[in-house]
């Protein structure tokens, strides 16, 4: 799987290029509240998506979320590891902050936004993706043919998975969910120069009453709905 994804990264930008232009999709991206599985759904949505029988086009789904990072990587010349710090900061200042500590070219925020917003624009011009993540919602909004997904869960319910995925205690695990959620709404403000929306969406799942195999059916039914399966 992952030297398929990585031939058709290298498709998307060696014969492409970064492409500002909307393509046809389709497209889903995922968004979540800090503590929401995203990758889980994300992987499940593109399996049941690769079963779907559709004899007009057998072509196949495919799950991005790293593969923004390393392409990001390669064209601010930093590590993935740098790109991902500062992408779970957010903000203005601090991103310009961590950059300039980490590489001996200052990058300024307007780069990051151009090259986070060209990357995924490529991508999604492809069709046939999930997105995790990522300021997808927001970056996509003018795309045809897609659809912009919300995972949400309670505090309570959020602050118990981040104490079992992470051995934390209760108070530190209930701090972590707030301070990711602000430093990601902050990531996307960057991204879209405005406040962070929930119209970016066009719906919201509620993790804590619905199981991932639901919130998966309820995005499949969407998607036949608005016809991209």
């Given at each position: 799987m992952e030297n398929l994804l990585r031939e058709y990264m290298d498709r998307v930008f060696s014969?492409?290029?970064?492409?500002?232009?909307?393509?046809?999709?389709?497209?889903?991206t995922i968004s979540r509240e800090f503590g929401c599985p995203s990758k889980l759904i994300a992987q499940l949505l593109t399996k049941e998506l690769n079963q779907y029988h559709n004899p007009a086009n057998p072509q196949q789904w495919k799950f991005i979320n790293k593969e923004i990072v390393e392409a990001m990587a390669r064209q601010l010349d930093l590590n993935p590891t740098e790109v991902n710090y500062m992408m779970s900061l957010g903000g203005y200042g601090l991103v310009e902050?961590?950059?300039?500590?980490?590489?001996?070219?200052?990058?300024?925020?307007?780069?990051?936004?151009?090259?986070?917003?060209?990357?995924?624009?490529?991508?999604?011009?492809?069709?046939?993706?999930?997105?995790?993540?990522?300021?997808?919602?927001?970056?996509?909004?003018?795309f045809p043919n897609t659809i912009h997904i919300r995972l949400q869960?309670?505090?309570?319910?959020?602050t118990?998975?981040?104490?079992?995925?992470?051995?934390?205690?209760?108070a530190e695990s209930s701090k972590?969910?707030?301070?990711?959620?602000?430093?990601?709404?902050?990531?996307?403000?960057?991204?879209?120069v405005g406040s962070f929306q929930p119209y970016f969406f066009n719906i919201a799942l509620n993790c804590s009453s619905l199981s991932n195999e639901e919130i998966v059916g309820t995005i499949l039914g969407l998607m036949k709905i608005k016809k991209l399966i």
């Open positions: 014969d492409r290029g970064y492409d500002s232009q909307p393509g046809q999709g389709p497209v889903v902050d961590v950059l300039a500590s980490f590489s001996q070219s200052y990058v300024s925020n307007h780069r990051i936004r151009k090259t986070i917003t060209s990357v995924v624009r490529s991508i999604a011009g492809q069709g046939y993706v999930v997105i995790v993540g990522r300021g997808g919602s927001g970056i996509l909004q003018d869960a309670t505090l309570e319910w959020r118990k998975a981040i104490c079992k995925s992470r051995n934390l205690s209760k972590l969910v707030v301070e990711m959620d602000n430093k990601r709404d902050a990531f996307v403000e960057m991204l879209t």
